[in-house]
């Protein structure tokens, strides 16, 4: 008995600091949208990887580098870039997948005596889906993200590098895109 509650001890003041102990969990986003159009239209536009920046508002330009990847620039000050690779596009399932290669560092600041990039986006290891699914007589578009926040190492954070940033950041990626497609579709 006096082994176990040693045992149960020992575990108690182990398990608090393994919870601090780590980096970044995975973070996942999911939106959706019901347009009032035909899934094929609606895929016309959601399909066409070299096409973002005709539906979605944050995007000034999309210029393809080949067939498979992306260079948008934002039209956020200083005009920074994402760069995505199409990694399947799929016409029959209506179904676009994506991830992000690269991003601009759109400034650095020293945190914890280190240099601490930020980019684009506060995120990293992005991959997202983009699907259209006919529904009530129209189409419904998800734009379903995952992800880990930008800063990869273990707590302290700095500001605007959390898992809550992040997710808070490609919500309002998807939520903006998704209504502008609605409003564009919808006219």
């Given at each position: 008995?006096?082994?176990?509650?040693?045992?149960?001890?020992?575990?108690?003041?182990?398990?608090?600091?393994?919870?601090?102990?780590?980096?970044?969990?995975?973070?996942?986003?999911?939106?959706?949208?019901?347009?009032?159009?035909?899934?094929?239209?609606?895929?016309?536009?959601?399909?066409?990887?070299?096409?973002?920046?005709?539906?979605?508002?944050?995007?000034?330009?999309?210029?393809?580098?080949?067939?498979?990847?992306?260079?948008?620039?934002?039209?956020?000050?200083?005009?920074?870039?994402?760069?995505?690779?199409?990694?399947?596009?799929?016409?029959?399932?209506?179904?676009?997948?994506?991830?992000?290669?690269?991003?601009s560092v759109v400034k650095t600041i020293t945190f914890n005596s280190?240099?601490?990039?930020?980019?684009?986006?506060?995120?990293?290891?992005?991959?997202?889906?983009?699907?259209?699914?006919?529904?009530?007589?129209?189409?419904?578009?998800?734009?379903?993200?995952?992800?880990?926040?930008?800063?990869?190492?273990?707590?302290?954070?700095?500001?605007?590098?959390?898992?809550?940033?992040?997710?808070?950041?490609?919500?309002?990626?998807?939520?903006?895109?998704?209504?502008?497609?609605?409003?564009?579709?919808?006219?």
């Amino acid at each position: 008995m006096k082994k176990f509650l040693q045992f149960f001890a020992t575990a108690l003041m182990v398990v608090p600091m393994l919870a601090v102990a780590h980096g970044p969990t995975r973070q996942q986003v999911k939106e959706s949208v019901f347009i009032n159009a035909a899934p094929e239209k609606v895929w016309e536009v959601v399909g066409d990887f070299a096409g973002l920046h005709n539906w979605h508002p944050a995007v000034a330009s999309t210029e393809m580098k080949n067939d498979k990847v992306r260079v948008l620039t934002l039209k956020t000050e200083g005009n920074p870039t994402i760069t995505e690779e199409l990694d399947k596009l799929d016409d029959e399932k209506m179904m676009l997948v994506y991830t992000i290669e690269d991003m601009s560092v759109v400034k650095t600041i020293t945190f914890n005596s280190q240099d601490t990039p930020y980019y684009t986006l506060p995120v990293n290891n992005y991959k997202a889906w983009l699907t259209v699914k006919p529904k009530d007589g129209g189409s419904e578009v998800t734009w379903k993200a995952k992800f880990y926040r930008a800063f990869m190492a273990n707590p302290p954070v700095p500001e605007g590098q959390s898992d809550e940033d992040a997710v808070k950041a490609i919500e309002d990626v998807a939520k903006a895109g998704l209504n502008n497609l609605k409003a564009i579709l919808e006219k």
